[in-house]
T-cell receptor, first 117, second 114 residues
Framework: DGGITQSPKYLFRKEGQNVTLSCEQNLNHDAMYWYRQDPGQGLRLIYYSQIVNDFQKGDIAEGYSVSREKKESFPLTVTSAQKNPTAFYLC????????????????FGEGSRLTVL | KQEVTQIPAALSVPEGENLVLNCSFTDSAIYNLQWFRQDPGKGLTSLLLIQSSQREQTSGRLNASLDKSSGRSTLYIAASQPGDSATYLCAFLDSGGGADGLTFGKGTHLIIQP
């Protein structure tokens, strides 16, 4: 079945550690996104990528890094510079890329919950 | 950037009732809007997508409408069931092409009482 797979589902980090969250999609979508969700707040965009080897900062990129070496993969690294990393992280994808958004419909993975110990 | 407001923040109704969830936005220059459902600890599931040229979309017991002139969208749920209990989020893709994705509301937490 086509979809978006995020791993791990749960992750614990010690202070000062970097951790990487995986996001893989087999929908053949050009665009991929990382959002952060905190209780009582809407989803906030961390990074997005419209095409392989290109990505852009979102609203809250500080303390995070990404790569887009393959169309189907968009991993997110939460670095030690992120002061409040405990959150629920959601990866998404859509058809639209640099050729323009087709219909913009966004599809999400099941999320990864990161907790700082 | 768009501001998206969802009212009410929480709603609890008996099973079988028809209900309406509201979503308002500040700028009518939108490309499309999307309604999602989120179960606790899970990702978002797309329910309905309305293109800017459309007024409404229907899927089963769900109907979503879009009124750009008034800056509002509504999600109508008919004959509610306990399985409809979840958080419902609306999100807009702006007319700039949406390269940076959607702007989300904070959601309405819905409880359907058996």
């Amino acid at each position: 079945d086509g979809g978006i797979t995020q791993s791990p589902k749960y992750l614990f980090r010690k202070e000062g550690q970097n951790v990487t969250l995986s996001c893989e999609q087999n929908l053949n979508h050009d665009a991929m996104y990382w959002y952060r969700q905190d209780p009582g707040q809407g989803l906030r965009l961390i990074y997005y990528s419209q095409i392989v080897n290109d990505f852009q900062k979102g609203d809250i990129a500080e303390g995070y890094s990404v790569s887009r070496e393959k169309k189907e993969s968009f991993p997110l690294t939460v670095t030690s510079a992120q002061k409040n990393p405990t959150a629920f992280y959601l990866c998404a994808s859509s058809i639209g890329g640099l050729a323009g958004v087709v219909n913009g419909e966004l599809f999400f993975g099941e999320g990864s919950r990161l907790t700082v110990l | 950037k768009q501001e998206v407001t969802q009212i009410p923040a929480a709603l609890s109704v008996p099973e079988g009732e028809n209900l309406v969830l509201n979503c308002s936005f500040t700028d009518s220059a939108i490309y499309n809007l999307q309604w999602f459902r989120q179960d606790p600890g899970k990702g978002l599931t797309s329910l309905l997508l309305i293109q800017s040229s459309q007024r409404e979309q229907t899927s089963g017991r769900l109907n979503a409408s879009l009124d750009k002139s008034s800056g509002r969208s509504t999600l109508y749920i008919a004959a509610s069931q306990p399985g409809d209990s979840a958080t419902y989020l609306c999100a807009f893709l702006d007319s700039g092409g949406g390269a940076d994705g959607l702007t989300f509301g904070k959601g309405t937490h819905l409880i359907i009482q058996p």
